[in-house]
């Protein structure tokens, strides 16, 4: 069965650094999408980034990118330049592609980062 | 992406009640997914909602607890039966719009039971 580990319960950055978040996955599939998500107190799950298992080329957006290795079954989340805004719970997710098709998501347990002004 | 109305956003319910918790979409979706949330955890899949059928359900959920209906391609509902304590969560509806697109939340709904 597919996992999704994330080591670190909490996390803690000042206010301009940068912090990376990581995240590891157990999968036999060779195709397959890994997300991180973003839920602030308000609860809403937002899509930080996205990163497809096929593509070498780590994703980036904005002052979010990710360190993917493939072989190494590691997707680690960069933020620079940390803002008030960026503290929530991050979440690192895992999509199974079966023939084609999109399946459902296997979410890791969560990373609950604070940003210190 | 897809806009996603999700209500009610909170409640506090009786035990042994139910709640119908209710997902619109603004646009037609083949994928629609309830997960839970418990205090403090992760997101655990309750259920593929299917169109014109019956929903499938994870391990450890059952319809008779957790009956969901999607009547077509952009409205779903979940419904949390007799209630207890031990469902106080937020429960959250997500879709998929397409092919190895990611999934979009709604902003879902906490659930207190007293």
């Known amino acids: 069965a597919q996992t999704v580990t994330q080591s670190q319960p909490e996390m803690s950055v000042q206010e301009a650094e940068t912090v990376t978040l990581s995240c590891t996955y157990d999968?036999?599939?060779?195709?397959?999408?890994l997300f991180w998500y973003k839920q602030p107190p308000s609860r809403q799950m937002i899509l930080v980034i996205r990163?497809?298992?096929?593509?070498?080329q780590n994703a980036t957006e904005n002052r979010f990118s990710v360190n993917f290795q493939k072989a190494a079954k590691s997707f680690s989340l960069k933020i620079s330049d940390s803002q008030l805004g960026d503290a929530a719970m991050y979440f690192c997710?895992?999509?199974?592609?079966?023939?084609?098709?999109?399946?459902?998501?296997?979410f890791g347990t969560g990373t609950l980062l604070a940003v210190q002004p | 992406s897809a806009v996603i109305s999700q209500k009610p956003s909170r409640d506090i319910c009786q035990r042994g009640t139910s709640l119908t918790i209710q997902c619109q979409v603004d646009?037609?979706?083949?994928?629609m997914f309830w997960y839970r949330q418990q205090p403090g955890q992760s997101l655990t899949l309750i259920a593929t909602?299917?169109?014109?059928?019956?929903?499938?359900?994870e391990s450890g959920f059952v319809i008779d607890k957790f009956p969901i209906s999607r009547p077509n391609l952009t409205f779903s509902t979940l419904t949390v039966s007799n209630m207890s304590p031990e469902d106080s969560s937020i429960y959250l509806c997500?879709?998929?719009?397409?092919?190895?697109?990611?999934?979009?939340f709604g902003n879902g709904t906490r659930l207190t039971v007293t």
């Open positions: 997500s879709v998929v719009l397409g092919y190895g697109s990611p999934l979009h």
């Open positions: 999968t036999s599939e060779s195709d397959y999408y």
């Open positions: 990163q497809e298992a096929y593509k070498q």
């Open positions: 997710a895992y999509l199974p592609v079966y023939g084609g098709a999109t399946n459902k998501l296997i």
């Open positions: 646009s037609q979706v083949t994928m």
């Open positions: 909602a299917n169109q014109g059928s019956e929903a499938t359900y």
